[in-house]
T-cell receptor, first 111, second 114 residues
Framework: GNSVTQMEGPVTLSEEAFLTINCTYT??????LFWYVQYPGEGLQLLLK?????DKGSNKGFEATYRKETTSFHLEKGSVQVSDSAVYFC??????????FGAGTRLTVKP | NAGVTQTPKFQVLKTGQSMTLQCAQD?????MYWYRQDPGMGLRLIYY???????DKGEVPNGYNVSRLNKREFSLRLESAAPSQTSVYFC?????????????FGNGTRLTVT
């Protein structure tokens, strides 16, 4: 079945450091890929998405490229801020009823 | 915009008690979902409703029931709560246009079963 594997956390960075959170997936067809972010006490919010191979999703300085050859969708940001501290989830969807999530990666950014 | 609204925000139950978690969305979405979130396990799908009048089991349905009351509302019921159901529960909706649509989440219900 479909599955998502993302790097285990927690990840702790200093402000303005470069961020990478790895995500790889297993799917039978051609899924859409998503990154969601969860701030304390809140639900998940869509951060970015990509719907086909070589698409790049981007939002708020975060980027991820859909790599079919490596089945990956790694999240990157060039310069993190304290306000980026949150839990990040990689997810894939192959249909209306199937959104599979990774385990989540907690990011803490220190000033 | 309210989006997806869940009630209650917090609940403590004793083993064997029952309760219903409420969810409503105002985005006219066709599909609605219930997930549970446990540490280190991401989100796991309990039940979903692809459209008004239909419900189907997800990955972890045992111990739960759902009702799609109308297009806006989708409730989750625990008939006899167990400590293993201690979790954070999220309701989500989607516009039902297929795999490209993201989920929209409520802020969750934190449930503790003692």
């Amino acid at each position: 079945g479909n599955s998502v594997t993302q790097m285990e956390g927690p990840v702790t960075l200093s402000e303005e450091a470069f961020l990478t959170i790895n995500c790889t997936y297993t799917a039978t067809g051609y899924p859409s890929l998503f990154w969601y972010v969860q701030y304390p006490g809140e639900g998940l919010q869509l951060l970015l998405k990509a719907t086909k191979a070589d698409d790049k999703g981007s939002n708020k300085g975060f980027e991820a490229t859909y790599r079919k050859e490596t089945t990956s969708f790694h999240l990157e940001k060039g310069s993190v801020q304290v306000s980026d501290s949150a839990v990040y989830f990689c997810a894939l969807s192959e249909g209306n009823n199937d959104m599979r999530f990774g385990a989540g990666t907690r990011l803490t950014v220190k000033p | 915009n309210a989006g997806v609204t869940q009630t209650p925000k917090f609940q403590v139950l004793k083993t064997g008690q029952s309760m219903t978690l409420q969810c409503a969305q105002d985005m006219n979405h066709n599909s609605m979902y219930w997930y549970r979130q446990d540490p280190g396990m991401g989100l796991r799908l309990i039940y979903y409703s692809a459209s008004e009048g239909t419900t189907d089991k997800g990955e972890v349905p045992n111990g739960y029931n759902v009702s799609r009351l109308n297009k806006r509302e989708f409730s989750l019921r625990l008939e006899s709560a167990a400590p293993s159901q201690t979790s954070v529960y999220f309701c989500a909706s989607r516009d039902g246009t297929g795999l490209r649509s993201p989920l929209h989440f409520g802020n969750g219900t934190r449930l503790t079963v003692t």
